[in-house]
Each structure stands twice: as C-alpha cells, then as structure tokens.
C-alpha cells in the first residue's frame, strides 16, 4: 500500500526559510512526485516535481528561484525546500504520487497523496 506523510509545516515569518518532508512506502523508485498546495478558499495549486532520479524537475512561476524540490531514494523522502517566504505561500502543502515518471503539473496525474501539511507565512 503506498503512503505519503507529510512533515515540516508550520509558522514562518516573511523571509525565512522551511524544508517540508514526504516519507513515502509502498512506492516504486521510479514513481515521479510532486508537492502541491491549497490556500483558504482556492483550489490545488501546483507547485514543484521531479523524476525519479531528480535529473528534472518543474515549478509554477510563482515559486521559481525560492522553492527547491529534491529527493532521497535510499530514504524513501521527497523535500521541498522553501525560502524567502511570502504570505501568499500560506497554504495546505501536499506531496504526491506522479502515476507518470515525468514531471507533470495536472492534478489528475498524481494518484497517491499525503494528508497535507500547513505552513503559515507572517508579514
């Protein structure tokens, strides 16, 4: 059975740095991933995903140059690593599973997913 557990969320200033984590069982290495997000009163929104090997990856505009996804297959564990944080990235932050070992933005693509993480970013 495959699992995603998020972890890493919480209360940010402006500014500041965060690394989320997914651990990830029951998944083939080669399964491409991804993180998504949900502000309050707005739909999915992708942010970042990689290949299986992490020789690709691919991120929404908004988060280009801040955002860094990576990955650890002997560990089993996706990360997203986010800086310079601004209040418009506070959202439910979810990792998933790419039924496809491509990078690929649509939502529909992804068939596992982690129950979320919040991260909350003060001005």
């Known amino acids: 059975q495959v699992q995603l557990v998020e972890s890493g969320g919480g209360l940010v200033q402006a500014g500041g740095p965060r690394r989320l984590s997914c651990a990830v069982s029951?998944?083939?290495?080669?399964?491409?991933l991804g993180w998504f997000r949900q502000a309050p009163g707005k739909g999915r929104e992708f942010v970042a995903a990689?290949?299986?090997?992490?020789?690709?990856?691919d991120y929404v505009d908004s988060v280009k140059g801040r955002f860094t996804i990576s990955r650890d297959n002997a560990k089993s564990t996706v990360y997203l690593q986010m800086n310079s944080l601004k209040p418009e990235d506070t959202a439910v932050y979810y990792c998933?599973?790419?039924?496809?070992?491509?990078?690929?933005?649509?939502?529909?693509?992804?068939?596992?997913w982690g129950q979320g993480t919040q991260v909350t970013v003060s001005s």
């Open positions: 029951g998944l083939i290495s080669t399964s491409g």
């Open positions: 990689t290949t299986w090997d992490g020789g690709t990856t």
């Open positions: 998933a599973r790419n039924k496809y070992p491509i990078p690929d933005r649509l939502a529909g693509d992804y068939d596992y």
